[in-house]
């Protein structure tokens, strides 16, 4: 059996470990366009601003050691272009432009996302960057580097956009944030998130919400955004982190179908509508187990996760379906943490489904031992059958362990009477006898 993989990093690389240890025998041959396979995308701004010292700390694996290791024939700097589903073909082109063939008889698109580069006048000016890979990563440093970069606009206030205003900061720059929306963190309701906006405002981040970018004018080492209010900010280096779409290219141009989301539509076994061709990652779409309907959703872990599932439904002894995610994520935010999981009340207000909402606002840890710091929980339930639809937190510490639990009761489909039966560990430096999370679930009870 012969296992073609696109895409070597988190979902790629996993499928192919995975597929490995299942099957002793299979020719698994890893493509990968860049030079780099399974590193530690999520580690790339804490690296730009210099947490992680060391460049190599990045890959988790080279490509020489992960082949030799698994015994995979890993081809890195290989661009996939195209598949030929009718010959079971896929054709390669090499940095150095040789192009070939290789036959497979079954595919894995692992392709990631790409980032969205809006059409403004101005966009493509040296030193006006997007962050996706090691390749920009390296391209940031060194343009930090080399230039005198005083000033630093980040545009889009989500996870990637705030960890790197963080990040830019702790180099000595001066970083002014622009959203269109009204607030930072779109998983999070505004009320949430405007704690977030009052640290950063204390952290001294410039902060320009509901604002657009028309326009980015660069004069000598000066870059100008000018935005839709009038008004005209400078910099020496712009940061675009507005999103990304699903990398649907290969497949779009082989005829597999894709969903509303405008993600790779793939089946529960991670199956896209042809049977030989298999896709995971930010690449696809999926039902979101709480709205039933498709969606995209970016984060490592499930990439992870359905890189396992689907190398088990590739060999094809064991199926295994996948479930869904419901996006629980977190960020560091300076001395903040922020983290969500499952339907914010702006969301379901979208969606028309009712709800209710509690905020809670207990101390991480008992009051009566130091440094113990507020925290604020949110969840959001059905207003009837009690069930959970979601939960955001926000705080100083302790944030992670309230959202992962709560992850856990929703996506097993739990309600209100689950938090008040969560068993946390409590000893006074870590919680209290009552916890945030049960202490949310006796409120909205
Ligand atoms: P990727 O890991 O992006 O891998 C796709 C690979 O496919 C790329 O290397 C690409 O070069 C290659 N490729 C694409 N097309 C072709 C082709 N035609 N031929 C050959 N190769 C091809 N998620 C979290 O959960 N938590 C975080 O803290 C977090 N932080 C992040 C920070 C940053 C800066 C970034 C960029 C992402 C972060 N993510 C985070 C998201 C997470 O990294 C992704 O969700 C995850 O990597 C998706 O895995 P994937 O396999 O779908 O795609």
Redesign the pocket.
Same mark, same amino acid.
């Given at each position: 059996m012969r296992y073609v993989i696109?895409?070597?990093? #988190?979902?790629?690389a996993t499928a192919a470990a995975r597929l490995r240890r299942i099957d002793e025998k299979a020719e698994i041959i890893l =493509?990968?366009?860049?030079q780099n396979i399974s590193y530690a $995308?999520?580690g790339?701004?804490y690296y730009i601003g210099g947490v992680i010292k060391e460049r190599e700390n990045l890959f988790v694996q080279t490509p020489e050691k992960f082949g030799r290791l698994l015994n995979l024939d890993v081809r890195v700097q290989?661009?996939?272009?195209s598949i030929d589903r009718s010959d079971k073909q896929i054709r390669v082109r090499e940095a150095n432009g040789r192009e070939y063939s290789e036959h497979y008889d079954k595919l894995l698109l692992?392709?990631? #996302?790409l980032p969205f580069v809006p059409p403004l006048p101005g966009v493509d000016s040296p030193g006006v960057f997007t962050?996706? $890979?090691v390749e920009d990563t390296d391209a940031i440093k060194s343009y930090l580097d080399t230039h005198k970069v005083k000033r630093a606009i980040v545009v889009g206030g989500g =996870?990637?956009g705030l960890?790197m205003a963080e990040n830019l900061h702790a180099r000595g720059i001066a970083v002014n944030v622009i959203e269109m929306a009204p607030q930072v963190m779109a998983p999070v309701d505004f009320s949430m998130a405007t704690i977030v906006h009052a640290h950063l405002q204390e952290k001294g981040i410039g902060l320009y919400l509901g604002k657009a970018v028309k326009s980015i004018e660069k004069r000598g080492e000066v870059l100008t955004a000018s935005l839709d209010s009038g008004e005209k900010i400078e910099a020496e280096l712009i940061l675009l982190s507005i999103g990304v779409r699903p $990398?649907t290219k290969?497949a779009a141009d082989a005829q597999l179908a894709i969903g509303p989301a405008r993600g790779i539509r793939v089946n529960e076994y991670l199956q896209t509508s042809d049977p030989d061709i298999y896709a995971?990652?930010?690449?696809i779409e999926y039902p979101h187990p709480l709205t039933g309907k498709p969606w995209t959703n =970016?984060? #490592?872990?499930p /990439?992870n996760r359905q890189g396992r599932i689907v190398a088990d439904n590739m060999h094809g002894q064991t199926l295994r379906s996948y479930e869904g995610a419901i996006g629980t #994520?977190i /960020?560091k935010i300076f001395d903040l943490t922020v983290a969500a999981t499952g339907l914010p009340a702006k969301a379901l207000k979208r969606e028309g489904l009712p709800y209710e909402s509690v905020t809670v606002q207990p101390n991480s840890h008992a009051g009566y031992y130091p440094n113990a710091y507020p925290l604020t929980l949110k969840i959001t339930f059905h207003p009837e059958s009690g069930m959970l639809y979601g939960a955001q937190c926000v705080g100083i510490e302790g944030v992670d362990k309230r959202i992962d639990s709560i992850a856990q009761i929703i996506k097993r489909k739990g309600g209100i009477a689950d938090l008040m039966q969560t068993e946390q560990a409590y000893a006074p430096p870590f919680s209290s006898a009552k916890d945030p999370v049960a202490l949310a679930g006796y409120v909205a009870d």
């Open positions: 696109v895409g070597g990093v #988190a979902g790629g =493509f990968e366009k860049g $995308n999520c790339l701004p290989s661009e996939v272009l692992s392709p990631g #996302a962050l996706r $890979n =996870f990637i960890e $990398n290969l995971i990652g930010d690449a =970016f984060l #490592a872990g /990439a #994520a /960020a």
